[in-house]
Each structure stands twice: as C-alpha cells, then as structure tokens.
C-alpha cells in the first residue's frame, strides 16, 4: 500500500507515495475510497473523467473532488484509478462496483478536501504528498 494514515485532531490524515505523478494521484484515489469504503472489487462498473487545472496541486483538489461528486450522485465505490497526466490535465479510467452498504457502510464520510497544507513534493524515489480528508 502507497498510503497511510496518519494522526491528526479532527479530520483524516493521508501520507500518499507514488513512483511518478500519475500513480501518486491513482493512490491518492484509492486513499481516499478506502477511508470512506474499505475494500472494494473490481465488478464492471467503469467511469471515465477528465480534468484540467492551472496547477498540481489544485488538479488533485479537483481530482479528488469530482470522485467525491462521481460516487455520491452515481452509487458507485472505485477501486482501480488508471490515470494519465499530461502537464496539468489529467484524463482516468475508475473501475469499481455498486454501493452495497452491508459491505461499504464501515468508512468514513468524506465531505471535502483541504486545501490546508497541500503540496505535492518530488523525492528521490517518486512523489509524496500529505491530504487532509474533512470528514
């Protein structure tokens, strides 16, 4: 797992790793449906998205947000996040399965993504970054 969570006072904390850009933000997908879902399989439902923003760091905002808006209005929880990143738009491919809740209901609900903190930084071995989930 290229995630964790870490502590904090009030809301969620994520630490998320990734080797490059594109699997920093598929992760960071991830992080968040299982903060919100716990596990989940890959049952057919597919969706794509694409998005465009004047920078990386308010492009994971947006991401992160249209999965949000995505699985409340469509019932869906994802757990695969095929994602390609050309500068500053991002195009993905989520692949996940209806909302059961005798199987979802355990997480956490998400209501938005902090903006506090937020910066996406290249280390040796790929990117990091640290999310604030609102719960």
């Known amino acids: 797992m290229s995630f964790e969570e870490l502590e904090h006072t009030a809301d969620v904390l994520m630490r998320v790793r990734g080797a490059d850009l594109a699997e920093l933000f598929a992760e960071a997908g991830r992080a968040m449906f299982h903060v919100m879902y716990g596990p989940c399989e890959d049952k057919g439902v597919e969706r794509r998205i694409e998005i465009e923003a004047e920078n990386l760091e308010s492009l994971l905002i947006d991401y992160l947000s249209e999965l949000l808006f995505v699985t409340e209005v469509e019932n869906t929880v994802f757990c695969t996040f095929d994602v390609d990143l050309r500068g500053t738009r991002l195009s993905a491919v989520l692949r996940g399965e209806p909302f059961d809740p005798a199987r979802h209901s355990a997480g956490a609900l998400i209501k ?24």
Do not use: A, T
């Open 112 to 135: 938005g993504i902090s903006y506090f903190g937020l910066e996406i930084v290249k280390e040796e071995e790929g990117y990091v970054v640290e999310i604030i989930f609102d719960i």
